[in-house]
C-alpha cells in the first residue's frame, strides 16, 4: 500500500516535471520562430543595402563620368566666351552688337549651368581670400547686364564696403545663380534690389526682386537638387548657392516680400566670429 502511495506520488512529480518541460519547450519554440523571423528580416535588409549600395556606386560612376564630359566641355566653351566677348567688344556700336551680346549671354549661362553641375558632382574646398562684398555682385551683374537690359530691370545698390573670407570665384559663382533666379522672375521688369545688413556676428548680403514669390509649399525645397520650377532649369543653382555658403561658415535664406517678390539673404560671419559653422540662431543676434 505505501509503495503504491510513493509510486502515485512519484508519478504525479513526474507529470508535472514533464508539464513544465511542454511550458519550456513550447516558450523555446516561440522563441525560435521570433528569432527565426528576425533573421529573415535582417536577412532582407541586407540585401536591400546590397542594392542601394550597387546602384550607389553605379551613381557615383555616372556622376563622375557627367563631370568628366562637363568638363570636357567647358573647356572649348571657355574660349568660344573669349572669343565671342572680343566680337562684342568689335561689333560695339554697329548694327550686329546686340545680337553678339544675345551670343555671350546665352554662352555665359551655358557656362553657369555647366560650372553648377561640375561643382555638383565635385565640390570645391574654397580658396580664402579677403573679398570686397560688392566685387561678386558687380562681376555677376556685369554678365548678366544684357539681360537686364533687355528685361528692363532696374538694379539698385547699396553694398557697404566691407569684406569677408572668401573664395572669389566661388561666390561669383553663388551671386551668379541668384541674380540669375531674380532676373528670371522678373520677364516684364521691375525692380532689382542688392543691400547689405549687418548683424553682431553676421553681414547679410540681399537679393530682393519683384518677381512673383515662392509658393509656401516650395519654401522647404526650393535648396534641393533637381528641384526646379523652370521648364527648363536644371534646380542646381540654389543647391550649388547653399553649399558653397557652407563651405564659407555662413549660410542662405529665403523669404517671401510682404508686398511682392522674395528675399535670398547671404550671411556671412564676421571676422574673427568663423569658427564652426555659422547658426542661425546666432546670426540672428
Ligand atoms: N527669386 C526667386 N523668386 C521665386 N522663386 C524662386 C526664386 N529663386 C528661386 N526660386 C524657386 O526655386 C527653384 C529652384 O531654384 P534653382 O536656382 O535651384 O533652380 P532653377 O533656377 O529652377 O534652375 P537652374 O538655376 O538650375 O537653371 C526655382 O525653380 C524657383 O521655383
Ligand atoms: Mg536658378
Do not use: W
Not at 510682404?258 to 528675399?263: L, V
Request: aromatic letters at 6%; one cysteine or more; hydrophobic letters at 40%.
Amino acid at each position: 500500500m505505501e509503495e503504491a502511495v510513493k509510486l502515485n506520488e512519484a508519478f504525479h512529480s513526474f507529470t508535472q516535471a514533464s508539464r513544465s518541460l511542454e511550458v519550456y519547450y513550447e516558450k523555446l519554440s516561440d522563441r525560435v520562430r521570433f528569432l527565426t523571423a528576425e533573421v529573415e528580416r535582417k536577412n532582407e535588409q541586407l540585401k536591400e543595402l546590397q542594392d542601394h549600395h550597387r546602384r550607389n556606386l553605379r551613381l557615383i560612376a555616372m556622376g563622375e563620368m557627367a563631370a568628366g564630359i562637363v568638363h570636357e566641355i567647358r573647356s572649348p566653351l571657355c574660349s568660344i566666351e573669349l572669343y565671342s566677348n572680343m566680337l562684342t567688344r568689335d561689333l560695339e556700336d554697329t548694327e550686329h552688337s546686340e545680337m553678339s551680346k544675345g551670343i555671350s549671354t546665352g554662352i555665359k549661362s551655358l557656362n553657369n549651368i555647366l560650372t553648377n553641375m561640375l561643382l555638383f558632382a565635385k565640390p570645391q574646398k574654397p580658396s580664402l581670400k579677403e573679398v570686397k562684398l560688392f566685387v561678386p555682385v558687380e562681376e555677376s551683374l556685369k554678365i548678366l547686364a544684357p539681360l537686364v537690359k533687355i528685361r528692363n530691370i532696374n538694379v539698385s545698390l547699396m553694398i557697404s564696403n566691407d569684406s569677408i573670407e572668401g573664395d572669389p570665384e566661388l561666390l561669383n559663382q553663388v551671386l551668379m545663380n541668384i541674380l540669375l533666379n531674380a532676373i528670371q522672375v522678373m520677364p516684364d521688369g521691375g525692380r532689382l534690389q542688392v543691400f547689405t545688413e549687418e548683424g553682431e556676428n553676421y553681414i547679410a548680403l540681399a537679393v530682393c526682386d519683384q518677381g512673383s514669390g515662392i509658393d509656401p509649399e516650395n519654401i522647404e525645397k526650393i535648396f534641393d537638387p533637381f528641384f526646379s520650377t523652370k521648364d527648363r532649369g536644371t534646380g542646381l543653382g540654389l543647391t550649388i548657392a547653399h553649399k558653397i555658403m557652407q563651405s564659407h561658415n555662413g549660410f542662405i535664406k529665403a523669404d517671401k516680400n510682404e508686398d511682392t517678390g522674395s528675399t535670398f539673404r547671404l550671411y556671412f560671419p564676421k571676422k574673427g566670429v568663423a569658427a564652426g559653422p555659422m547658426g542661425q540662431e546666432a546670426a540672428e543676434k
